[in-house]
């Protein structure tokens, strides 16, 4: 079975572009959660999709962002214009819907440098 | 507002030694999960284990040991007669646990410990 698998793998972009990063959760997870880690800091939350509905975004740091998850399948988080701060790795995991906490499972990340 | 520590940034083993992870977390929640993942460079974060609070029971897989102390609100992890392989980042975690009908929530993560064992 297909781990949760990103795209691109590393992105080099200039400030003031726009990037798109993807993420294909496993197939039948119903929860997709992005996480960002900035250098030398923690892994932090972003937002949360229960099928294709946002159920937190609490942790989406302005409107820059915009993650999108149409048909409830995978997941595109669009950074649009890109920051010099917005540098990092991106993470996706994904569940499955439970009745208690089950483990998510993460991809390989996204390392973001804007220059 | 959940919080995890980990304060050891990096630590480096030679090989065979026993080495322990320090995690300390706060919550104002009853109920809640904590979590360790895995970083090798390959970038993925590796699930090792969830604990519920619970559960204090120590928990021992392999070389992979867990120490849960609510008291100190602590989840230790240990790993005895490391090995290079063991090399990696590795990330103590905390979610709040929700009611029957509810799913995974957002997880808050430490910091990381990078730990490099030497052949």
């Known amino acids: 079975e297909a781990g949760v698998t990103q795209f691109p793998s590393h992105s080099v972009i200039e400030k003031g572009q726009t990037v798109t990063l993807r993420c294909d959760p496993i197939?039948?997870?119903?929860?997709l959660y992005w996480y960002r880690r900035v250098m030398g800091k923690e892994i932090k939350f972003l937002l949360h999709?229960?099928?294709?509905?946002?159920?937190?975004e609490s942790g989406m740091p302005n409107n820059r962002f915009l993650a999108e998850r149409t048909g409830g399948t995978y997941s595109t988080l669009k950074v649009q214009p890109a920051e010099l701060e917005d540098s990092g790795v991106y993470f996706c995991?994904?569940?499955?819907?439970?009745?208690?906490?089950?483990?998510?499972?993460f991809g390989q990340g996204t390392r973001l440098t804007v220059v | 507002a959940q919080k995890v520590t980990q304060a050891q940034t990096e630590i480096s083993v030679v090989e065979k030694e026993d080495v322990t992870l320090d995690c300390v977390y706060e919550t104002r929640d009853t109920t809640y999960y904590l979590f360790w993942y895995k970083q090798p460079p390959s970038g993925e974060l590796v699930f090792l284990i969830r604990?519920?609070?619970?559960?204090?029971q120590n928990e021992i897989s392999g070389r992979y040991s867990w120490n849960f102390q609510k008291s100190t609100s602590s989840f230790n992890f240990t790993i005895t007669a490391s090995q290079v392989v063991d090399s990696a980042v590795y990330f103590c975690a905390l979610s709040e646990a929700r009611g029957s009908g509810g799913s995974n929530y957002k997880l808050t993560f430490g910091k990381g410990t990078l730990l490099t064992v030497n052949p």
């Open positions: 999709f229960v099928k294709e509905s946002k159920q937190d």
């Open positions: 604990r519920n609070s619970f559960d204090e």
């Open positions: 197939s039948g997870h119903d929860n």
């Open positions: 995991a994904s569940s499955p819907l439970s009745h208690g906490n089950t483990e998510a499972f």
